[in-house]
């Protein structure tokens, strides 16, 4: 067979694959889910363990010694616009009900809900070492860990969680110094450079090289969905500046479709900010900016899996911010160094 053929029978048995588990919970009412449509294959793989179905990349996958995943809605036990794998309590949703859905993922990811440490996010770009004594913060102990979007570790058997319904989850990986790293990267997040902090907060604390470092960016609002006005527009091309460099090595390593948005002009580079569907609105692209920001910071594209999954576009099986007016819970993403 030839490549291409070989192709099309991968996209078919991942497809095949995909139907069977969510045909498995009647609620999704035989949806299937969307994926962009401009990547030659799927990016993320949806797999089913302990009756839990979850999206986890290849690259970090290929981890040995780390467990990663990132939750859909199906699973769980929470109802009505919870439903059903909602992981914040704060908006709502009874303690219980989200307790038993951390249950869930622990059973998936072979831990205990004692060692899952989470924070308070506030769209900051604060980060914080988890050590030992921090097992349980945040989730079955009271949240001390106030106003921090990033979280990074070298413990053995912790799960670092992060919350997210549109915002980008950043996942890393040194698989040389054997440490692990979460981050909330939304919009503000993202312009403040999460990314390249958390590269940077890798080299303190672990002594790692940027090179070494494998990155997954997840599930999250896509461009074609992501309306901002012209002042988050503008603070994008601010904080970038000029991205020809970065954006041109994206291009070379096919990581991420880089061609321009609209018609005709095939050599144009896709930017961060696109102009709008609307009048005076702009689309944002929160992937390619954490992308530019995290080659900036020195680590290598072929190391990048950035989803192929966009959050609105699926908001049947993923919390949307925007495509539920804000009526939604959070999914977690979830990462442990076996
Ligand atoms: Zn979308």
């Not at 307790?99 to 993922?105: A, G, T």
């Not at 319904?165 to 790293?181: E, M, Q, R, S, W």
Request: with cysteine.
């Amino acid at each position: 067979m030839t490549t291409e053929q070989l192709d099309i029978v991968y996209i078919e048995k991942i497809r095949a694959m995909e139907k069977e588990i969510l045909n498995s919970y009647p609620e999704t009412d035989g949806f299937s889910l969307k994926r962009d449509t401009r990547r030659k294959k799927p990016v993320m793989n949806l797999k089913l363990r302990e009756q839990v179905p979850f999206l986890c990349f290849p690259k970090l996958s290929a981890c040995s010694q780390v467990e990663h995943l990132f939750t859909t809605r199906l699973g769980g036990v929470s109802e009505g616009r919870f439903w059903s794998m909602n992981f914040s309590s704060k908006l709502g949703d009874q303690r219980e009900r989200v307790l038993e859905n951390f249950q869930r993922i622990a059973g998936v990811m072979d831990c205990r809900v004692e060692d899952m440490v989470g924070t308070v996010q506030t769209h900051t770009t604060n980060i914080f070492r988890v050590k030992e004594g921090d097992r349980g913060k945040g989730i079955l102990r009271d949240p001390e860990l106030w106003e921090l979007d990033g979280l990074v570790t070298d413990v053995r058997g912790i799960t670092l969680v992060a919350y997210m319904a549109d915002c980008v989850p950043l996942f890393f990986v040194d698989p040389l110094k054997n440490a692990v790293g979460i981050a909330h990267s939304g919009w503000r997040g993202t312009v403040q450079n999460m990314a390249g902090k958390m590269v940077e907060r890798f080299r303190v604390e672990f002594d790692s090289r940027p090179e070494d470092l494998v990155v997954g960016i997840g599930p999250s609002i896509c461009q074609d969905c992501y309306e901002v006005d012209e002042a988050v527009a503008a603070s994008f091309l601010n904080a970038l500046g000029a991205d020809d460099e970065e954006r041109k090595r994206i291009a070379q390593s096919g990581i991420y479709p880089m061609n321009a948005i609209g018609e005709g002009d095939t050599e144009k580079l896709r930017s961060v900010v696109e102009s709008g569907k609307a009048e005076g609105k702009y689309q944002l692209d929160l992937h390619l900016a954490n992308l530019i920001f995290l080659v900036r910071a020195g680590v290598r594209p072929e190391n990048i899996d950035v989803t192929d999954i966009c959050t609105a576009e699926n908001s049947r099986i993923l919390f949307s911010h925007r495509a539920s007016g804000g009526k939604r819970g959070n999914m977690g993403a979830f990462i442990k160094l076996k």
